[in-house]
């Protein structure tokens, strides 16, 4: 969880050059025309990392991966002072383990939405639509199960499924754990989550802009909100605990509003939810880190884009300056964080896109290569010949992490993000250590969310000869042909029109060093632990 293939792929015309300048704290790397990682390849491989999370009874349809199948079919949860029952098969497992949280699943679903939102043509031009509509697919679905209404009124939202402690102390595949039909936690008057059921509302109103044609989406949208507006407004006291305990219920609530305010338009619904908006979004801090803890800076991002408010500066420039500003920086990486430190760069790296901003842009590339491997090691597994090993149960084929964690696992977990090095610079590959090689849901949103940013970046700048999408039966070794073939036919499309764009052009071959870097840790703690996500987990 958080708080925290190996085949090569020979990608056409990718340099591996760099240009590095100099910034306080340490060096920076940039890169120019000449200079890109195929970010498209990248973008690609990160997808298949939530067909390896997929839980309930369609895994063996919508998982493109193998070695994944059924599980958790007996997921449930009642509602209507416990009288109806329903059937939860469905959604995505958090992390390494089998918990489906609330909040990171909401915000995940969330942030991939604003990724297709804001970067459409990236996914329509390489053919990669089919294959994230899926996986959006399932969220809905997920989300849909979750909610207990009858007519018009949710009852109750089942915010979260499996007790943690008990979850954790099980290492071994999905498909073989055993029930857990009394692990749910659902909302009532006393703990109305208000953090989670507005951030799975705002997920929804995603949804239905990236999908107008299912009108059902933008329903379950607007009475989940409606529900959030009635009930007394607290964070979620159950269930969570210390892995994902929500610092604030505001910033959900508005970003929900705002983008409910673009979804129905001009219709009165809208003056519902812009009087929403304005009651609460002065609570929301533009200057906090992007996480599943805080989307502030995106609330009022987006509360601006609606018209609801005019701000003398941009929210997300304010954010990513702020959470640049706390870093430690260690040959050219920003770390915010000893734990999942990846997954902060990447959500900075995607606020840099967003800002529309060239010197951002231009960092943001240079954090992105780091993490791709251009320091000799990928924190992408499957991405180049370097071998992680991800805190994972279901990749690992093994029964027992602390005795086999820097082993070899059965199964390549493509494109996942793991956590990175801590504050000072160290890394250890041990899967044991989850602080380094955690891989979750949110993990790998904020690093789609950066990829399809920087493809549309270099798109608008006509410098995309680098770019293209693979073979998917070659980039993933074990999968469903079906699937495959699905996904393949249409990134092909953007394969080939890459091709005939740059044919005049010598394709290069991508060959980084295989040479192991050091992993001895530090014992050195940072002055300050800025977050209650830092706590221990699985």
């Known amino acids: 969880m958080k708080t925290g293939t190996r085949k090569r792929i020979l990608s056409i015309g990718i340099s591996m050059a760099m240009v590095i300048s100099s910034l306080p704290g340490g060096k920076a790397k940039e890169v120019n025309a000449a200079t890109q990682n195929n970010y498209v390849k990248a973008l690609q491989e990160a997808l298949y990392f939530y067909d390896a999370n997929m839980c309930g009874d369609n895994v063996d349809y919508y998982s493109a991966l193998s070695w994944r199948d059924n599980c958790h079919t007996d997921d449930e949860f009642y509602y209507f002072d416990g009288v109806i029952r329903k059937v939860v098969k469905s959604g995505f497992h958090d992390a390494g383990d089998h918990v489906k949280f609330g909040l990171p699943q909401a915000y995940t679903a969330t942030i991939l939405g604003l990724s297709y939102m804001e970067n459409a043509d990236v996914y329509k031009k390489y053919g990669l639509t089919k294959h994230m ?24 939202f089942c915010y979260q499924i499996g007790e943690p402690n008990l979850d954790h102390a099980y290492w071994g595949k999905p498909e073989n754990q055993s029930s857990r039909k009394e692990q749910y936690y659902v909302t009532s008057e ?13 997920a929804l109103a995603l949804q239905y802009l990236n999908n107008p044609g299912d009108p059902y989406s933008l329903f379950l949208a607007e009475r989940l909100f409606d529900y959030a507006k009635t009930n007394d407004k607290k964070i979620a006291t159950d269930g969570p605990g210390e892995f994902y305990k929500s610092s604030s219920w505001e910033d959900d609530y508005c970003l929900a509003a705002a983008l409910l305010c673009i979804a129905v338009g001009n219709t009165s619904d809208r003056d519902i939810y812009a009087s929403e908006f304005k009651k609460y979004y002065s609570n929301c801090n533009q200057y906090s880190w992007l996480s599943w803890d805080n989307v502030s800076s995106l609330a009022l991002k987006y509360g601006e884009k609606a018209g609801l408010i005019d701000l ?49 842009a231009k960092w943001a590339f240079g954090q992105l290569d780091y993490i791709l491997g251009d320091d000799n090691r990928s924190f992408v597994c499957g991405h180049t010949k370097y071998e992680l ?47 380094y090689t955690e891989v979750a849901l949110d993990y790998n949103a904020g690093y789609i969310f950066a990829l399809s940013g920087a493809i549309e970046k270099l798109m608008k700048d006509n410098k995309l000869s680098a770019q293209g999408t693979i073979d998917d039966s070659i980039l993933v070794s074990e999968y469903r042909r079906n699937l495959i073939i ?47 996500e830092e706590q221990s987990s699985e």
């Not at 029964?399 to 964690?405: A, L, Q, R």
Request: proline content about 6%; some cysteine.
């Open 133 to 156: 509509k899926n996986i959006s697919s399932c969220f809905y679905k997920y989300f849909s199960d979750c909610t207990g209404i009858l007519g018009n009124t949710v009852h109750g």
């Open 190 to 202: 006393e703990n109305p989550a208000t953090d989670i059921v507005s951030e799975t509302s705002a």
């Open 312 to 360: 003398s500066s941009d929210p997300v420039v304010n954010c990513l300056n702020n959470m640049k500003k706390e870093c430690a920086v260690n040959d050219g990486y920003y770390c915010l964080s000893d734990w999942g430190s990846a997954r902060y760069n990447c959500n900075m790296d995607a606020l840099a896109f967003l800002s529309n901003d060239e010197d951002n």
């Open 389 to 435: 090993h991800p805190h994972h149960r279901a990749a690992s084929g093994y029964d027992n992490v602390e005795s086999h964690g820097k082993e070899k696992q059965e199964h390549i977990l493509v494109g996942a993000l793991v956590g990175g090095p801590d504050r000072s610079g160290n890394f250890v590959n041990d899967a044991n250590l989850h602080k």
């Open 486 to 532: 699905s996904y393949k036919s249409e990134s092909e499309i953007g394969r080939l029109s890459n091709y005939h764009e740059n044919e005049t052009e010598e394709p290069s071959s991508e060959e980084p060093s295989s040479e192991e870097p050091s992993e001895e840790p530090s014992s050195e703690e940072p002055s300050e632990e800025p977050s209650s």
